[in-house]
């Protein structure tokens, strides 16, 4: 009894060790100006089917995407890009809140991003967009 609790223990383990295992690439990158300078705000957010990963936009310019758990990392494909949360805030005089978009809107829709990125292994990139239309 006690030999085939130890082998059922040692499966068992044996298939959550594997099925926990990473599968997938880690992708950083950066979010940039077409003048060079830096995005310092807002979400990064890779979508394929019904695959989605985001990263949060540090103060450098620069992004992380996760998997499902922080040990995975995304499945190698084509993914459309998109940006969100990409706003600055402050007060108007009356002291309301107000909100200003820092780039192109149609970057934050799956439908208009026009950014695309295949995953293939260990990826960086360098992702450039546009300040939004006077």
Do not use: W
């Not at 997938?24 to 995005?39: I, N």
């Not at 103060?59 to 990392?73: C, H, Q």
């Amino acid at each position: 009894m006690i030999t085939f609790l130890r082998l059922f223990l040692f499966i068992v383990l044996s298939v959550l060790i594997l099925g926990c295992s990473s599968k997938g690439s880690a992708v950083t990158g950066t979010v940039s100006f077409e003048d060079g300078t830096r995005l310092t705000t807002g979400m990064v957010i890779f979508e394929s089917g019904s695959h989605a990963f985001s990263g949060k936009i540090q103060p450098d310019g620069a992004f992380r995407l996760i998997g499902t758990s922080v040990k995975t990392g995304i499945p190698d494909g084509t993914y459309v890009v998109t940006i969100v949360k990409a706003v600055e805030t402050a007060t108007d005089r009356s002291g309301n809140p107000t909100a200003r978009d820092l780039i192109d809107p149609k970057y934050s829709q799956q439908s208009t991003s026009e950014l695309t990125c295949t995953v293939k292994g260990k990826t960086t990139l360098n992702i450039t967009v546009s300040k939004p239309k006077s």
